[in-house]
């Protein structure tokens, strides 16, 4: 292995430590919950939800590295019991080399009612998953191909790489529970652990590296201001290795007197020293759509003179339609 790859493999080391802790997540980490927890899948009001989010991140610095996750979840209820089932899709390319990250997760989850009125549950949940990562050597330099200090793209790299792609299988858990204070305001809290298998990873088979484990615990509630504002403070704190991440800040609803836009939220987050993110949403009928932008407050600033990336979710949720069937007796005659 020659002195260029020897330079690759320790940027892609690089990379893979850094990516310790930025596996796919995001800053509205409330709308993408089967990222989040898998003891999340199934813990909502309806049938059906679907989730979907795209972020685009550090655009003014360099090739902006690309994220885009869907997802879609069934609800079960049985008496004081609930299950859920669902299937995550996750696509991020970034950087260069468009180094890829494709993962499709299937999810599960157990859950039941500790109260007599519902108002508290826990459930608890787990995924496997199917990961790939792949690079593109063509958009990468070598010195090989610089001819007197210019580079000439029609050179030979004088390389002989083995893979361009991998894939590994990866399990997922977690547990949460869930609050109604007074019935009405929703409380929030759990724990996700992540890469229980600890896969090895890498583009050479001599020089696997180990995925660590990762811990996240999350904690949203409700509060009434006034009858019509509420403030929702939250927290998501992420573990992996030696590397942490915190994210805390809060969103105000406002209730629209609408028939159609029932709320408008509007707030911030602070990723602890790195970035402050601006957020705002709204409900539409049975549609949450959010936007937010992470605006680098680190060192990094002074490269990226602030800007960081804008994140678009929506979730949508399905409900059952209620036919109701009107005894014959009861229905009213048609008179000609």
């Known amino acids: 292995m020659n002195k ?23 800053s509205q980490f409330n709308s993408s919950p089967l990222n989040l927890n898998p003891a999340l899948t199934g813990s909502f009001d309806g049938n059906y939800r679907f989730a979907a989010n795209f972020k685009n991140q550090w655009q003014s610095i360099t090739v902006p590295y690309r994220t885009f ?36 997760k299937l999810s599960f989850s157990y859950g039941r ?9 826990a459930s608890i949940g787990a995924n496997i998953s199917y990961n790939q990562n792949s690079i593109n050597y063509n958009h990468l330099n070598f010195g090989s191909q610089y001819s007197n200090g210019q580079f000439d793209p029609g ?4 390389e002989n790489f083995k893979n361009n792609s991998f894939y590994f299988i990866d399990y997922s858990a977690g547990i949460n529970f869930n609050y109604l204070i007074n019935h009405k305001l929703p409380l929030s809290f759990g724990a996700g652990f992540t890469h229980l298998n600890k896969p090895e990873q890498s583009f050479y088979e001599e020089q696997l590296s180990q995925l660590e484990r990762k811990y996240n615990f999350h904690f949203t509630i409700e509060l009434k201001v006034t009858e ?10 992420y573990k992996q290795g030696k590397f942490q991440e915190i994210d805390y800040g809060g969103l105000f609803k406002s209730k ?9 939220y509007f707030g911030g987050w602070i990723r602890h020293k790195d970035a402050f993110i601006a957020d705002i949403c709204f409900d539409y009928q049975n549609m949450n759509i959010g936007i937010s932008y992470d605006i680098n407050t680190s060192k990094l600033r002074t490269a990226s003179n602030g800007f960081g990336g804008i994140e678009i979710s929506l979730i949508y949720i399905f409900y059952k339609k209620h036919v109701l069937n009107i005894p014959y007796i009861k229905q009213c005659p048609a008179f000609m």
Not at 155 to 158: F, G, I, R, T, Y
Not at 256 to 264: E, G, I, K, P, R
């Open 155 to 158: 050179l030979s790299n004088n």
């Open 4 to 26: 260029i790859k020897y330079i690759l493999l320790f940027i892609t080391l690089i990379f893979f430590k850094v990516s310790y802790t930025q596996d796919i997540h995001f």
């Open 113 to 121: 009612y500790l109260s007599n009125d519902s108002s508290f549950s």
């Open 256 to 264: 629209l007197n609408s028939a159609t836009f029932h709320n408008f």
């Open 228 to 237: 019509s504002i509420h403030f929702i403070p939250g927290v998501v704190y």
């Open 69 to 104: 996750s869907a997802s879609l979840e069934k609800k079960i209820t049985l008496k004081k019991n609930f299950f859920g089932i669902g299937f995550l899709v996750n696509a991020d390319k970034a950087g260069d080399s468009e180094f890829g990250t494709t993962q499709g």
